[in-house]
């Protein structure tokens, strides 16, 4: 493969690294944002119209994105010959990444589903039941560490510190 094959392929990963990345964060910010807005209507039907969204955008960009991130990620650090254990920004990136996962499958996802059942039974007249809005708490919460440790990534891609 001559150099310029090399640099096109580095171009095309990194290029799919960051809309990776867009997809992934973009939808963890927007879904938190409608989520934060249907739930301060106090409207079941608005609520449960969010609540299902954040399920079906979650399976659509949010894992869409990750895949994308952990491909690409790994590709390019075999590609470029760079040990992910021993490459400090990398490694700390690695780390943010797989906790920020963690989160989501071990807390966040389960969450959701939970929400998203729950949401299933509003009817209009009534109110939304209490075990809602403590879910809601827990999802924002654990929410909030699990977008704040990937944007911290940011810093760690672009800047690339030696120690």
């Not at 989501?104 to 389960?110: M, S």
């Given at each position: 493969m001559d150099a310029s094959t090399s640099y096109d392929s580095y171009l095309i990963l990194k290029g799919l690294h960051l809309l990776g990345m867009v997809l992934f964060l973009g939808n963890i910010i927007i879904t938190a944002w409608w989520k934060v807005m249907a739930d301060k209507t106090r409207k079941p039907d608005v609520i449960a119209f969010a609540q299902r969204q954040v399920t079906l955008t979650d399976y659509v960009?949010?894992?869409?994105?990750?895949?994308l991130i952990i491909g690409t990620g790994m590709w390019q650090t075999m590609q470029q010959g760079l040990d992910i254990h021993n490459t400090y920004w990398l490694n700390w990136g690695y780390w943010l990444f797989m906790v920020s996962g963690l989160i989501?499958?071990?807390?966040?996802?389960?969450l959701q589903f939970k929400?998203?059942?729950?949401?299933?039974?509003?009817?209009?007249?009534?109110?939304?039941?209490?075990q809602y809005w403590k879910l809601n708490k827990l999802w924002m919460g654990f929410g909030t560490l699990a977008t704040l440790l990937p944007l911290l990534n940011i810093y760690w891609m672009v800047a690339k510190p030696l120690t």
């Open positions: 960009f949010t894992a869409t994105g990750a895949g989501w499958a071990a807390i966040l996802i389960p929400q998203a059942k729950l949401a299933k039974t509003f009817q209009n007249d009534q109110p939304i039941p209490d």
